[in-house]
């Protein structure tokens, strides 16, 4: 159903709507130096993409969004891939080893989004939601606060603690309250014994790929 050629535009149209929170036409694709299509071509697959319901215009004559489905194929796509080393935010997993709060409060300066930790059935710790109030988000405090509200409300203990995990692997899934949907990513550790979750929550719009990564590098660290 989907080539090659089609899960690598998804994939471009998606890392440049996280970029720029723009729709991503095919006037701004064809720009682009690594998109060799023609204009046509662009359109036509474009077009397969919204057939699919991949991504959706949010008006008449506009680029293209992601959808859900499209962000859930975009993941599914990614999180094959091995873990690449990136010096600019390198983890001191040896030094967090054991204790939790510490692995939190280091990954909450470098995800893009909020983190979230709680043992199975027990309470939760959180931080790292000034990672939201980026440029781009300063308008988007409804979308902050209902993020928080996720999380205060322990509505994401409901909807990850019954979820069936394995170790050493990233799961992701989205959380739809009305017009407002949240991502989280997240995976299971086990720290003093103890079964725990430990996630990564933000809107839609999140550099995907760099979270994911690491996730992978934490759960390498923590063996």
């Not at 606060?145 to 799961?171: C, G, M, P, Q, S």
């Not at 086990?190 to 430990?198: A, K």
Request: some cysteine; overall charge negative.
């Amino acid at each position: 159903m989907f080539d090659s050629k089609l899960l690598a535009l998804l994939d471009t149209v998606i890392d440049n709507y996280i970029d720029k929170w723009d729709p991503v036409g095919s006037k701004f694709l064809h720009s682009l130096e690594d998109v060799t299509y023609a204009p046509s071509t662009l359109r036509k697959y474009l077009n397969m993409l919204e057939k699919w319901w991949l991504v959706y215009q949010p008006y008449n004559s506009s680029g293209r969004i992601p959808t859900i489905q499209g962000l859930s194929m975009y993941l599914e796509h990614y999180m094959g891939d091995e873990v690449e080393s990136d010096d600019s935010w390198e983890l001191d997993i040896a030094g967090a080893r054991g204790d939790l709060k510490r692995i939190v409060e280091a990954l909450g300066n470098i995800v893009d989004g909020v983190v979230a930790w709680f043992v199975r059935n027990d309470e939760y710790y959180f931080l790292g939601i000034n990672n939201l109030l980026t440029e781009n988000m300063q308008t988007e405090y409804s979308m902050v606060r209902e993020i928080a509200k996720f999380i205060e409300n322990k509505e994401i203990i409901a909807l990850l603690d019954e979820k069936l995990t394995k170790k050493h692997k990233v799961y992701y899934t989205f959380f739809e309250d009305g017009d407002v949907v949240i991502s989280c990513l997240y995976c299971k550790i086990f720290v003093g014994g103890y079964d725990c979750i430990l996630s990564i929550v933000g809107p839609t719009r999140v550099n995907y790929k760099k979270n994911v990564t690491i996730l992978k590098k934490v759960l390498q660290g923590l063996g």
